[in-house]
């Protein structure tokens, strides 16, 4: 069983940074997929950004060239930076382990114009 936290949502300007950070629990961690997934009101859950546990990655166009997605294994955590955020990118983000098997309660990141 894994267990995903996440942290480090919040309230930035447009053009700001935000750096979001997903715990992981469990002894898995380095050999599962992670991701980013975001929801916004009134819209379905997409992807942001995905990597594998060898390191590669994968981003959505929207966000792409914006946002890194990373991880450290001897920390059980995976982080996404996301730079020159815009009000469009304003979300609930939710870290999601081995393709689906595992969910976070989700971080709110809020961008105003």
């Known amino acids: 069983q894994v267990q995903l936290v996440e942290s480090g949502g919040g309230l930035v300007q447009a053009g700001g940074s935000l750096r979001l950070s997903c715990a992981a629990s469990g002894n898995i961690f380095r050999v599962i997929s992670m991701g980013w997934y975001r929801q916004a009101p009134g819209k379905q859950r997409e992807l942001v950004a995905t990597i594998t546990s060898g390191g590669i990655t994968n981003y959505a166009l929207s966000v792409k060239g914006r946002f890194t997605i990373s991880r450290d294994n001897s920390k059980n955590t995976v982080y996404l930076q996301m730079n020159s955020l815009k009000p469009e990118d304003t979300a609930v983000y939710y870290c999601?382990?081995?393709?689906?098997?595992?969910w976070g309660q989700g971080t709110q990141v809020t961008v105003s114009a």
């Open positions: 999601n382990g081995a393709a689906g098997a595992y």
